[in-house]
Protein backbone atom coordinates (compact mmCIF):
# COMPACT_ATOMS: atom_id res chain seq x y z
CA UNK A 1 0.00 0.00 0.00
CA UNK A 2 1.23 4.05 -1.12
CA UNK A 3 0.57 6.26 1.61
CA UNK A 4 1.38 10.20 0.44
CA UNK A 5 2.29 11.86 3.62
CA UNK A 6 2.30 15.65 4.33
CA UNK A 7 4.34 16.86 7.13
CA UNK A 8 3.21 19.28 9.30
CA UNK A 9 3.99 22.96 8.31
CA UNK A 10 6.15 24.06 10.50
CA UNK A 11 8.91 21.36 9.78
CA UNK A 12 9.18 23.06 6.64
CA UNK A 13 9.71 26.27 8.06
CA UNK A 14 12.93 24.90 10.13
CA UNK A 15 16.42 24.74 8.93
CA UNK A 16 17.87 22.48 6.34
CA UNK A 17 19.75 20.45 8.45
CA UNK A 18 17.10 20.18 11.27
CA UNK A 19 14.48 19.47 8.55
CA UNK A 20 16.29 16.78 7.40
CA UNK A 21 16.99 15.39 10.58
CA UNK A 22 12.68 15.91 11.86
CA UNK A 23 11.99 14.21 8.20
CA UNK A 24 14.25 10.90 9.32
CA UNK A 25 13.01 10.83 12.70
CA UNK A 26 9.44 10.94 11.44
CA UNK A 27 10.35 7.97 9.35
CA UNK A 28 11.37 6.07 12.56
CA UNK A 29 8.16 6.75 14.02
CA UNK A 30 6.26 5.56 10.85
CA UNK A 31 8.15 2.15 11.40
CA UNK A 32 7.19 1.61 14.94
CA UNK A 33 3.19 1.65 14.08
CA UNK A 34 3.57 0.17 10.35
CA UNK A 35 5.87 -1.87 8.18
CA UNK A 36 7.34 0.87 5.92
CA UNK A 37 8.82 -1.55 2.75
CA UNK A 38 10.17 1.80 1.01
CA UNK A 39 9.85 5.49 0.74
CA UNK A 40 11.24 8.71 -1.12
CA UNK A 41 11.10 11.88 0.19
CA UNK A 42 9.92 14.74 -2.52
CA UNK A 43 9.60 18.79 -1.86
CA UNK A 44 8.48 18.11 1.19
CA UNK A 45 6.33 15.09 1.14
CA UNK A 46 7.32 11.72 2.18
CA UNK A 47 5.88 8.68 -0.58
CA UNK A 48 6.12 5.28 1.78
CA UNK A 49 5.12 1.84 0.56
CA UNK A 50 3.69 0.23 3.79
CA UNK A 51 2.13 -2.54 5.17
CA UNK A 52 -0.12 -2.34 8.49
CA UNK A 53 -2.95 -0.60 9.56
CA UNK A 54 -2.56 2.89 7.90
CA UNK A 55 -5.26 4.40 10.46
CA UNK A 56 -2.51 3.81 13.44
CA UNK A 57 -0.90 6.78 11.15
CA UNK A 58 -3.06 9.36 12.36
CA UNK A 59 -1.42 8.90 15.77
CA UNK A 60 1.71 10.32 14.34
CA UNK A 61 2.85 13.49 15.55
CA UNK A 62 4.75 15.61 12.21
CA UNK A 63 1.88 14.45 9.67
CA UNK A 64 -0.32 17.30 8.71
CA UNK A 65 -2.67 14.99 6.51
CA UNK A 66 -2.18 11.54 4.67
CA UNK A 67 -3.15 9.58 1.92
CA UNK A 68 -3.88 6.65 0.34
CA UNK A 69 -2.83 6.56 -2.98
CA UNK A 70 -2.53 4.50 -6.40
CA UNK A 71 0.20 5.22 -8.80
CA UNK A 72 -0.22 5.65 -12.59
CA UNK A 73 2.56 5.85 -15.23
CA UNK A 74 1.71 8.79 -17.27
CA UNK A 75 1.47 8.42 -20.92
CA UNK A 76 -1.58 10.57 -22.11
CA UNK A 77 -4.16 12.42 -20.52
CA UNK A 78 -7.25 9.59 -21.87
CA UNK A 79 -5.84 6.90 -20.18
CA UNK A 80 -5.35 8.76 -16.89
CA UNK A 81 -8.72 9.82 -17.36
CA UNK A 82 -9.71 5.83 -17.84
CA UNK A 83 -7.80 5.36 -14.90
CA UNK A 84 -10.07 7.28 -12.55
CA UNK A 85 -13.25 6.83 -13.93
CA UNK A 86 -12.99 2.67 -12.90
CA UNK A 87 -11.76 3.51 -9.68
CA UNK A 88 -14.01 6.37 -9.12
CA UNK A 89 -17.50 6.07 -10.93
CA UNK A 90 -18.70 3.92 -7.94
CA UNK A 91 -17.78 6.03 -5.54
CA UNK A 92 -19.16 9.39 -6.76
CA UNK A 93 -22.90 7.70 -7.67
CA UNK A 94 -25.75 9.75 -7.27
CA UNK A 95 -23.40 12.18 -5.34
CA UNK A 96 -21.73 15.87 -6.03
CA UNK A 97 -18.14 15.99 -6.96
CA UNK A 98 -15.17 17.97 -7.91
CA UNK A 99 -12.07 17.26 -8.97
CA UNK A 100 -9.01 18.74 -8.17
CA UNK A 101 -5.65 18.26 -9.85
CA UNK A 102 -2.13 19.13 -8.93
CA UNK A 103 0.94 19.24 -11.30
CA UNK A 104 4.82 19.04 -11.55
CA UNK A 105 6.48 19.29 -14.50
CA UNK A 106 5.51 19.71 -18.66
CA UNK A 107 3.34 18.11 -19.57
CA UNK A 108 1.18 19.04 -23.34
CA UNK A 109 -2.30 19.84 -20.86
CA UNK A 110 -3.03 22.05 -18.14
CA UNK A 111 -4.26 21.45 -14.63
CA UNK A 112 -7.29 22.98 -15.65
CA UNK A 113 -7.62 20.64 -19.18
CA UNK A 114 -7.29 17.54 -17.01
CA UNK A 115 -9.98 18.41 -13.86
CA UNK A 116 -12.45 19.34 -17.03
CA UNK A 117 -11.68 15.16 -18.95
CA UNK A 118 -11.37 13.53 -16.02
CA UNK A 119 -14.52 15.16 -14.48
CA UNK A 120 -16.53 14.52 -18.24
CA UNK A 121 -15.93 11.37 -17.38
CA UNK A 122 -17.64 11.13 -13.74
CA UNK A 123 -20.34 12.89 -14.53
CA UNK A 124 -22.79 10.57 -16.13
CA UNK A 125 -22.14 8.21 -12.61
CA UNK A 126 -23.07 11.31 -10.63
CA UNK A 127 -25.61 13.68 -9.39
CA UNK A 128 -23.30 16.48 -11.04
CA UNK A 129 -20.54 18.70 -10.08
CA UNK A 130 -19.84 21.05 -7.13
CA UNK A 131 -16.90 22.67 -6.73
CA UNK A 132 -17.48 24.54 -3.69
CA UNK A 133 -19.44 21.90 -1.67
CA UNK A 134 -18.75 18.70 -3.32
CA UNK A 135 -20.07 14.98 -1.46
CA UNK A 136 -17.13 13.61 -3.10
CA UNK A 137 -13.15 15.51 -3.90
CA UNK A 138 -11.30 13.46 -6.60
CA UNK A 139 -7.76 14.56 -5.75
CA UNK A 140 -5.06 13.22 -8.72
CA UNK A 141 -1.53 14.81 -8.19
CA UNK A 142 0.46 14.65 -11.57
CA UNK A 143 4.27 14.50 -10.59
CA UNK A 144 6.46 14.60 -14.06
CA UNK A 145 5.79 11.26 -15.67
CA UNK A 146 3.45 9.29 -13.11
CA UNK A 147 -0.09 10.55 -11.35
CA UNK A 148 -1.06 9.48 -8.37
CA UNK A 149 -4.83 9.22 -7.38
CA UNK A 150 -5.41 9.84 -3.64
CA UNK A 151 -7.93 6.90 -2.72
CA UNK A 152 -8.22 8.00 1.10
CA UNK A 153 -7.83 10.84 3.29
CA UNK A 154 -6.68 11.15 6.79
CA UNK A 155 -6.12 13.72 9.02
CA UNK A 156 -3.01 13.64 10.84
CA UNK A 157 -1.88 15.52 14.80
CA UNK A 158 0.24 17.79 12.96
CA UNK A 159 3.33 18.87 15.58
CA UNK A 160 6.29 17.93 15.77
CA UNK A 161 8.21 13.87 15.70
CA UNK A 162 8.42 12.54 18.88
CA UNK A 163 12.14 12.32 19.89
CA UNK A 164 13.11 15.12 18.00
CA UNK A 165 13.14 17.85 20.85
CA UNK A 166 14.27 16.13 23.71
CA UNK A 167 13.32 14.67 26.83
CA UNK A 168 11.02 15.33 30.05
CA UNK A 169 9.91 14.30 32.97
CA UNK A 170 6.06 14.50 33.37
CA UNK A 171 4.61 14.47 36.97
CA UNK A 172 1.34 11.82 36.20
CA UNK A 173 -1.16 12.26 38.70
CA UNK A 174 -3.51 9.85 37.21
CA UNK A 175 -6.12 12.63 36.67
CA UNK A 176 -7.36 14.53 32.89
CA UNK A 177 -4.64 17.50 33.48
CA UNK A 178 -0.98 16.06 33.91
CA UNK A 179 -2.04 13.43 31.40
CA UNK A 180 -2.90 16.28 29.02
CA UNK A 181 0.26 18.37 29.58
CA UNK A 182 2.29 15.11 28.91
CA UNK A 183 0.25 14.81 25.06
CA UNK A 184 0.97 18.24 24.52
CA UNK A 185 4.92 17.70 25.24
CA UNK A 186 4.79 14.91 23.08
CA UNK A 187 3.17 16.75 20.45
CA UNK A 188 5.81 19.14 20.60
CA UNK A 189 8.53 16.18 19.93
CA UNK A 190 9.20 15.79 23.67
CA UNK A 191 9.77 12.12 24.69
CA UNK A 192 8.28 11.52 28.04
CA UNK A 193 9.16 9.84 31.31
CA UNK A 194 6.10 9.06 33.54
CA UNK A 195 6.85 10.10 37.32
CA UNK A 196 4.02 8.99 39.79
CA UNK A 197 4.15 9.92 43.87
CA UNK A 198 1.64 6.74 44.40
CA UNK A 199 -0.25 8.45 47.55
CA UNK A 200 -3.22 6.59 47.00
CA UNK A 201 -1.48 2.92 47.01
CA UNK A 202 -1.65 -0.17 44.19
CA UNK A 203 -5.30 1.59 43.45
CA UNK A 204 -3.23 4.69 42.36
CA UNK A 205 -0.60 3.32 40.42
CA UNK A 206 -2.88 1.32 38.02
CA UNK A 207 -5.05 4.28 37.34
CA UNK A 208 -1.50 6.03 36.09
CA UNK A 209 -0.57 2.90 34.10
CA UNK A 210 -3.93 3.27 32.02
CA UNK A 211 -3.17 6.17 31.73
CA UNK A 212 0.83 6.00 30.29
CA UNK A 213 -1.17 3.05 28.19
CA UNK A 214 -3.08 6.10 26.37
CA UNK A 215 -0.78 8.05 25.79
CA UNK A 216 2.10 5.45 24.61
CA UNK A 217 -0.81 4.98 21.45
CA UNK A 218 0.97 8.61 20.41
CA UNK A 219 4.53 7.86 21.54
CA UNK A 220 5.48 6.79 18.50
CA UNK A 221 7.43 3.79 19.27
CA UNK A 222 8.84 6.15 22.02
CA UNK A 223 7.58 3.98 25.15
CA UNK A 224 7.02 6.16 28.19
CA UNK A 225 8.65 4.80 31.67
CA UNK A 226 7.06 4.87 34.62
CA UNK A 227 8.61 5.84 38.16
CA UNK A 228 6.32 5.43 41.12
CA UNK A 229 7.26 6.96 44.63
CA UNK A 230 5.48 4.31 47.11
CA UNK A 231 3.93 6.53 49.49
CA UNK A 232 4.45 5.09 52.46
CA UNK A 233 7.35 6.80 52.10
CA UNK A 234 6.32 10.02 51.95
CA UNK A 235 3.12 10.42 53.89
CA UNK A 236 4.89 9.69 57.74
CA UNK A 237 7.23 12.68 57.16
CA UNK A 238 4.36 14.96 55.53
CA UNK A 239 2.43 14.19 58.28
CA UNK A 240 5.21 16.43 60.74
CA UNK A 241 4.63 19.39 58.69
CA UNK A 242 2.45 21.90 59.56
CA UNK A 243 -1.20 21.38 58.09
CA UNK A 244 -1.39 24.82 56.70
CA UNK A 245 1.66 24.39 54.11
CA UNK A 246 1.61 20.44 53.72
CA UNK A 247 0.36 20.50 50.22
CA UNK A 248 2.65 22.95 49.21
CA UNK A 249 5.42 21.01 51.06
CA UNK A 250 4.36 18.13 49.87
CA UNK A 251 4.59 19.99 46.25
CA UNK A 252 7.89 21.22 46.41
CA UNK A 253 9.13 17.38 47.64
CA UNK A 254 7.33 16.24 44.12
CA UNK A 255 9.48 19.03 41.99
CA UNK A 256 12.32 18.13 43.58
CA UNK A 257 12.44 14.75 43.38
CA UNK A 258 11.68 15.23 39.48
CA UNK A 259 14.34 17.69 39.07
CA UNK A 260 16.75 14.57 40.37
CA UNK A 261 15.70 11.92 38.20
CA UNK A 262 15.36 14.44 34.96
CA UNK A 263 19.43 15.13 35.75
CA UNK A 264 19.77 11.66 36.01
CA UNK A 265 18.08 10.79 32.78
CA UNK A 266 19.28 13.36 31.01
CA UNK A 267 15.79 15.31 30.33
CA UNK A 268 16.20 19.64 30.29
CA UNK A 269 12.40 20.07 31.35
CA UNK A 270 9.63 18.94 34.11
CA UNK A 271 6.26 19.20 32.64
CA UNK A 272 3.13 19.46 35.69
CA UNK A 273 -0.83 19.67 35.01
CA UNK A 274 -0.85 22.61 36.99
CA UNK A 275 -3.85 24.95 35.94
CA UNK A 276 -3.46 28.56 37.79
CA UNK A 277 -5.79 28.86 40.67
CA UNK A 278 -7.55 25.55 40.06
CA UNK A 279 -7.11 24.46 43.94
CA UNK A 280 -5.59 26.52 46.81
CA UNK A 281 -1.91 24.72 46.21
CA UNK A 282 -2.04 26.31 42.45
CA UNK A 283 -2.84 29.97 43.45
CA UNK A 284 0.20 31.75 42.36
CA UNK A 285 1.84 32.44 45.21
CA UNK A 286 1.66 28.83 46.54
CA UNK A 287 3.12 27.62 42.75
CA UNK A 288 6.20 30.26 43.39
CA UNK A 289 7.10 28.93 46.22
CA UNK A 290 7.02 25.56 45.28
CA UNK A 291 8.97 26.45 42.35
Do not use: C
Request: proline letters at 3%; hydrophobic letters at 45%.
Amino acid sequence: MRVEISLSGEIALKGPRTRHNMQFALIKNLESVVKVKDFNIEGGIIYADVEGEVERLSKVFGIAKYWVVEEFRLSNLEELADFVEERFRDVVKNKTFAVRVRRVGQHSFTSMEAARVIGSRLYPYSKGVDLKNPQVEVKVDIRYDKALLKLREFDGPKGLPVGTTGKTVALISGGFDSAVAAWFLMKRGSEVVALNFALGGAVHVEAVKKVVKALNEWSSGHVIPIYVVPGDSVLPRLALVNESVRVVVLKRVMYKTAEALAKSLGAHSITTGESLSQVSSQTGHNLFVTN
